[in-house]
């Protein structure tokens, strides 16, 4: 069966597929990144509530955050290979060292996504430092520090949100390069996951 083409496959085939889960130790990796951004934005604070704001003790604790938020709610390499790496097998032919590139490609994946953040987060951090300094001397009334403050977090978020899928793209077409040699079973997967979400599609409108 040629796994590029997902049209073969009937929901009731791709709902053989256990539920994801993550694995245990993401939710570890979700707080430690919490209890890091607490960590920074206390000892930030110490140095006035000006530096506090301008520096790293605003944007980037919510970052750090929304980072390991993210890595939590990725699907878990135990699921590949409990879930997808068996249904794989028995729907056509995998050879071994495609399973074991598969599931590197996807524990790099996952590692990437870690880093693709932390980059966003950097690059975001020196945006707001420099916006926030620039724009603070002009400022007249608390009223005004306040409205700033709405106004470049959202903008901050979505700065982050740019940064991280361009680097995301960037990282993903290196990994799929050098993963060429499972590329049947990337495809394969990236074919479920549309199916999924266009199942879960219909179901809401329903």
């Avoid at 539920?19 to 604070?45: C, G, M, T």
């Avoid at 000006?50 to 135990?78: D, E, K, M």
């Avoid at 996952?110 to 430092?129: E, N």
């Amino acid at each position: 069966m040629d796994a590029s083409t997902s049209d073969v496959q009937s929901d009731y085939e791709w709902m053989e597929l256990g539920a994801v889960r993550a694995d245990r130790h993401q939710v570890f990796v979700l707080l430690i990144h919490v209890i890091a951004a607490v960590i920074i934005s206390v000892l930030n604070f110490s140095n006035g509530l000006l530096s506090w704001f301008v520096g790293t003790g605003v944007v980037t604790p919510v970052l750090l955050c929304a980072t390991g938020l993210l890595y939590r709610i990725l699907t878990g390499i135990n699921w590949y290979r409990d879930e997808m790496v068996p249904y794989m097998s028995r729907t056509f032919t995998v050879q071994e060292f495609e399973t074991d590139r598969f599931l590197k490609f996807i524990q790099t994946r996952r590692f990437m996504v870690l880093i693709a953040s932390y980059i966003s987060t950097i690059l975001t951090q020196i945006a707001w430092f420099n916006i926030a300094t620039f724009t603070i001397p002009f400022l007249e009334s608390a009223g005004a520090f306040g409205e700033l403050f709405i106004y470049l977090f959202i903008g901050m978020f979505f700065l982050y949100g740019l940064f991280l899928v361009f680097w995301l793209t960037v990282f993903e077409r290196i990994l799929k390069s050098k993963f060429s040699d499972a590329n049947q079973l990337i495809k394969f997967d990236e074919n479920w996951q549309a199916a999924t979400k266009e199942a879960k599609e219909k179901s809401k409108q329903k």
